[in-house]
Nanobody, 122 residues
């Protein structure tokens, strides 16, 4: 089992940047694929980005390609989401997730964090 704690959210103006972090407990972090999801006000939760166990491959939703970058540091048990060129429509609670499978993590991950709020103002 793994526990996930996000940080780094906040209020930012449109066009600005934020870096989210997700710290994982346990000594098997490198055994998990990791991902970020988000849920905006009145919207369904949606997949944002995923990264394989080694960090060798990444996957993105079309609406963040070229603006967001997912990365991980297995020595620090942490996954990151660098968000640039933020837009008001990026406003959401961002949650990280973990799963053994890079396929399953994009659909229904086994483990979730509590989330961190990101608010983008005009």
């Amino acid at each position: 089992q793994v526990q996930l704690v996000e940080s780094g959210g906040g209020l930012v103006q449109a066009g600005g940047s934020l870096r989210l972090s997700c710290a994982a407990s346990g000594r098997t972090f490198s055994s998990y694929a990791m991902a970020w999801f988000r849920q905006g006000p009145g919207k369904e939760r949606e997949f944002v980005a995923a990264i394989t166990k080694s960090g060798g491959s990444t996957y993105y939703a079309d609406f963040v390609k070229g603006r967001f970058t997912i990365s991980r540091d297995n020595a620090k048990n942490t996954v990151y989401l660098q968000m640039n060129s933020l837009k008001p429509e990026d406003t959401a609670v961002y949650c990280c997730a973990a799963d053994w499978s890079i396929i399953n993590i994009q659909r229904k991950p086994d483990y979730w964090g509590q989330g961190t709020q990101v608010t983008v103002s005009l």
